[in-house]
């Protein structure tokens, strides 16, 4: 209400100055110094502030300059004419000031939202959250719409409210079954549309090229339609916008989706071929020994009965290894792994180790290396143990016979290192890191025992449980080397007796 005022305040400035020219000066044409007044109000306050400066400019003239002064009586038939000619040049000027600052403030306006919408963009562009996404949607149309928002999508049959601002909007049975006619026919419905035009909420379909993905809401406490034709353009853009992000998050998540079940389905299919091929071995040579001793025990001798036995044994501890693999990387895979941490010492685990394959190890040579002083490491006893009969089993599976074994421990810059070298043929160029995946097999010529390709990839899972890291490599005379580094633990204190009593 500012607006009347500052228009009389400026017509009686306007009309102080008009008078001390004309006293002082003497100009001629004293009613022009009304026509600033009337563009500065055009200018601040629009068409009828500017129309009631008019007036008032004409009447001022009138009282103030036209003979008989300080009257609304006009004499003269030509100040008639020019008290008329000042009135509409001066009405003429208002409206076309008034004009100029509409568009100046539609201009003002339409930059502002497109700033907004550029923000909006970017804010939707730099996230891959789909709630943080509904929410910055539904906050983002009502600040610039003065409305409140709610965001509908699918959930399996149904629509859901998923999102809302302020977020304790809710919506009743009819509001969800016009926002269902909206997601069903793709079209706007409810408050000001063609359908449903008395509801209390409009909808509208957020589509892109593949159709809707969301349905929005918008309603607000004033009477009357809700959008005007630039608000509604403004919803456009907004909707299109929050549509596109909405599908490439939605897009996102299908595919991240469909990725997990591919390998799933990679996985059960190693694990099946695993089951039915490697783990046939082993219970094959089982089977067929036992069935010969049932069926010609008399035909055999005490050396050939032994090596049968010996055979079920060898290949029974093979099975048992590949369910000990299959058990270990389900542990490691569920979480359900919680390793202890102990002080273990190294070359007793070597020493165990090698004697649970001494079997698998029969036809190498193994040469240890542990200095006296070294270090015991922090970690799992049992899970170390079974890391180093995996990369045993590991190395005598891809080392020839009577080639040599190497394993040494040391003290490092990190903690405790322990490797293991074989003089096999070594690793595959560029895939040092790959033979630690689950079920990956390096394939060789057809002597090579078979193995469920899950030794390497439990080492590293029981490794990194423990704090430690595991790498691989190729000697530079041959051959794989493993290089596993564990924390080492901490010097227990010596007891130097100061607390002993003193007779």
């Not at 000031?97 to 939202?113: E, N, T, Y």
């Not at 302020?166 to 969800?176: K, N, S, V």
Request: proline residues 6%; hydrophobic residues 45%.
């Amino acid at each position: 209400m500012r607006a009347y005022p500052g228009s009389t305040v400026m017509v009686a400035a306007a009309l102080v100055a008009g008078l001390a020219i004309d006293r002082w000066i003497g100009v001629p044409n004293i009613s022009l110094v009304f026509l600033p007044a009337v563009l500065a109000s055009a200018t601040l306050y629009g068409l009828l502030p500017s129309l009631y400066a008019s007036l008032l400019a004409v009447a001022a003239y009138n009282f103030f300059f036209i003979p008989p002064i300080y009257s609304f009586t006009v004499a003269d038939p030509a100040n008639v004419v020019a008290l008329v000619f000042f009135g509409l040049v001066a009405a003429l000027t208002s409206h076309l000031a008034a004009v100029g600052r509409s568009r100046l403030d539609a201009a003002r306006g339409h930059a502002r939202h497109l700033a907004e919408l550029y923000a909006f963009s970017r804010k939707l562009a730099g996230n891959g959250d789909l709630d943080d996404l509904l929410w910055a949607t539904a906050h983002q149309f009502a600040v610039m719409l003065g409305v409140r928002t709610v965001i509908l999508m699918p959930e399996g049959p149904a629509l859901t409210v998923r999102c809302g601002y302020p977020p304790e909007d809710r919506l009743d049975e009819a509001d969800l079954a016009a926002a269902h006619w909206v997601w069903t026919h793709d079209c706007a419905a409810g408050r000001g549309s063609r359908i449903l035009p008395g509801g209390r909420w409009l909808f509208l379909p957020a589509r892109t090229g593949r159709g809707p993905v969301a349905v929005i809401g918008l309603t607000d406490d004033r009477p009357g339609p809700l959008l005007d034709p630039d608000h509604r353009q403004l919803v456009d853009a907004l909707a299109d916008q929050a549509a596109i992000a909405l599908e490439r998050v939605v897009l996102a998540r299908d595919i991240d989706r469909a990725r997990i079940l591919a390998e799933t389905e990679k996985l059960r299919s190693a694990l099946l071929s695993s089951l039915s091929h490697d783990l046939r071995t082993p219970l094959a040579s089982i089977l067929g020994a036992a069935s010969s001793l049932q069926r010609y025990a008399d035909s055999y001798g005490a050396v050939e009965r032994r090596q049968l036995a010996a055979t079920i044994q060898s290949e029974a501890e093979r099975l048992n290894r590949f369910v000990n693999n299959l058990f270990d990387m389900t542990r490691i895979e569920s979480g359900a792994l919680r390793p202890k941490s102990e002080g273990v010492d190294l070359a007793d685990v070597i020493g165990t180790a090698c004697a649970r394959l001494s079997r698998v190890l029969a036809e190498h040579r193994i040469e240890t290396d542990f200095p006296a002083a070294l270090p015991m490491v922090t970690g799992d006893c049992l899970l170390i143990e079974q890391m180093v009969v995996n990369l045993l089993d590991n190395a005598a599976k891809y080392a020839p016979p009577a080639t040599t074994i190497t394993v040494r421990g040391r003290r490092g810059p990190d903690g405790i290192v322990l490797t293991v070298a074989d003089g096999g043929p070594g690793l595959p160029e560029g895939q040092h890191e790959a033979i630690f995946d689950k079920f990956y097999r390096i394939h060789r010529e057809d002597r090579q025992r078979p193995g469920t390709g899950l030794g390497l990839a439990i080492c590293r899972g029981f490794v990194e449980a423990m704090g430690g890291t595991i790498v691989a490599a190729n000697r530079d005379t041959g051959g794989a080397l493993f290089t596993v580094t564990l924390p080492e633990c901490p010097a227990l204190p010596v007891d130097t007796g100061a607390d002993e009593d003193q007779g």
